[in-house]
């Protein structure tokens, strides 16, 4: 709805435009239909009657209905010269805009419901697809199927056999009636069944265990890729790790000697153990200690025990917190902590499987040498002298062997067999980058031997 004024001869005219409405309310109405799956009655909109249900283009032809009351009120506000209708036809567009901007709003509102109504409706249909899975159903509808009719046929093969037991005797007493033998042999036949029938009543059900039956193969159905879901699993596998990680500290602790009461202490008691073969006893003892502890931890006991301080880890800000661009940030830190860890993991397979693969031939070499002379000890020498030799080097490897090469990393890089052994192994993309290399080498190779030649032909050529 516009206002235009004409100032002609002193006399303020003011001239009202009105613009169709009709595209607001097709509108509303295509959106009534998407969110009530249906048309809804003219009582609803008190507009309608106004409009007719056309399109957007046909709407400008059809606004001709009403235009007696526009006449008049551009009569009104022509009998009024003085312009005191300025004031109400102001309040009117200002009651017109709101109506319109409330239009508006009810237009997005419909739209967003309807968008949610559809994200839901489509959540609810996965579930319900993935709660029911039908051939699941009838896998197992099959199988109870077979089971039935595997039980039907063993019913009657036992009433089969009890007819075939139980007719025969009437023709033996008819033929020797008054023979003893006979009626031992009925006897006999009858506790026979009565036997086996007991039997299979009690054992049936442990025989039927024992029967030999196809493997069902079961597909896992894999997870969709989530952010969230990758989080929480390394989150998970950091937790599950925190033990191991924390009893390969303490070991490393001990033999570090970070703790020189603890470590002499321990030192001295393993040392006395090997002395005497208590090895193996004492470790079962501390097995054994460690669940009972953990028993008492689980009880609400508040124990702690740890040589190396325990690092008190950052705290993680909540998910609702969280920004956009740092959820982004959490999700890349998790993707490069993923990578790092599946990279280590895959270098230490690598070594092992190029260690007994006789990759490279040294290494496997110490190796393959190091296992005979072990078989050969182990047939000729006895097992309470092997033991006895193994925990004394094991003990002193550890407390003492270790400690100077971990101090002295010269003398580790020269004398330590294991380190040295591991750190020469290759993993498959150093084995890629070297046969690259002596490939490039061996195609460079020729070209300079030709040169080598011509030169040393073209040197004699000019001594002659």
Same mark, same amino acid.
């Given at each position: 709805m516009k206002l235009c004024y004409d100032l002609r001869a002193g006399v303020a005219i003011r001239h009202v435009k009105v613009k169709p409405r009709c595209a607001v309310l097709t509108m509303l109405k295509r959106l009534d239909k998407i969110r009530f799956r249906g048309p809804r009655t003219r009582d609803d909109f008190p507009d309608l009657a106004e409009s007719p249900p056309a399109s957007d283009n046909e709407c400008s032809d059809d606004m001709q209905l009403k235009p007696r009351a526009a006449f008049r009120e551009t009569e009104d506000l022509l009998r009024d010269p003085a312009g005191s209708g300025s004031p109400t036809m102001a309040a009117a567009i200002q009651e017109f805009q709101r109506s319109e901007s409330d239009r508006l709003n009810e237009v997005k509102g419909h739209l967003e419901i309807a968008l949610l109504e559809k994200h839901f409706l @489509? *959540?609810?249909? %996965?579930?319900? %697809? *993935?709660? #029911?899975?039908?051939d699941s159903l009838r896998q197992e509808l099959e199988r109870e199927r077979s089971k039935r009719i595997d039980l039907e046929q063993k019913m009657n093969e036992v009433l089969k056999t009890r007819l075939e037991d139980s007719p025969p005797q009437p023709p033996r007493k008819q033929q020797s009636p008054s023979s003893n033998g006979t009626a031992d042999k009925q006897q006999k036949e009858v506790w026979s069944s009565r036997l086996q029938k007991?039997?299979?009543? %009690?054992?049936?059900?442990?025989? *039927?265990?024992? %029967?030999? @039956?196809p493997e069902e193969? #079961?597909?896992? #159905?894999? *997870?969709?890729?989530?952010?969230?879901r990758l989080t929480e699993n390394m989150r998970r596998l950091k937790r599950g790790a925190r033990p191991v990680t924390n009893f390969l500290r303490n070991l490393s602790a001990l033999s570090n000697w970070h703790s020189v009461y603890t470590s002499a202490i321990a030192f001295i008691i393993y040392m006395n153990a090997a002395w005497h073969g208590w090895a193996i006893p004492m470790f079962l003892f501390l097995a054994i200690l460690r669940l009972s502890l953990n028993y008492l931890i689980a009880r609400g006991w508040r124990i702690q025990w740890s040589i190396v301080p325990e690092v008190s880890e950052p705290m993680e800000p909540p998910k609702e917190d969280l920004t956009v661009s740092e959820k982004f940030q959490l999700v890349l830190d998790v993707a490069q902590k993923a990578q790092n860890l599946f990279g280590k993991m895959a270098d230490v397979l690598e070594k092992i499987k190029n260690l007994f693969m006789w990759v490279q031939p040294e290494s496997t070499r110490k190796l393959y040498i190091c296992l005979w002379v072990a078989f050969i000890s182990s047939c000729v020498l006895p097992y309470k002298l092997m033991g006895f030799m193994i925990g004394l080097y094991a003990g002193i490897k550890f407390f003492i062997i270790d400690f100077v090469f971990k101090s002295c990393p010269k003398l580790r890089d020269k004398y330590d067999t294991p380190y040295i052994v591991w750190n020469s192994l290759p993993t498959d993309p150093q084995l890629k980058e070297r046969t690259n290399a002596t490939l490039s080498r061996r195609v460079r190779e020729p070209k300079h031997k030709h040169k080598r030649i011509h030169f040393n032909c073209f040197f004699s050529q000019l001594l002659r």
């Open positions: @489509q *959540e609810e249909l %996965r579930k319900l %697809r *993935e709660e #029911t899975n039908v007991w039997l299979y009543e %009690r054992f049936g059900v442990y025989i *039927e265990d024992f %029967r030999f @039956q193969s #079961t597909v896992e #159905t894999e *997870e969709p890729l989530s952010a969230k």
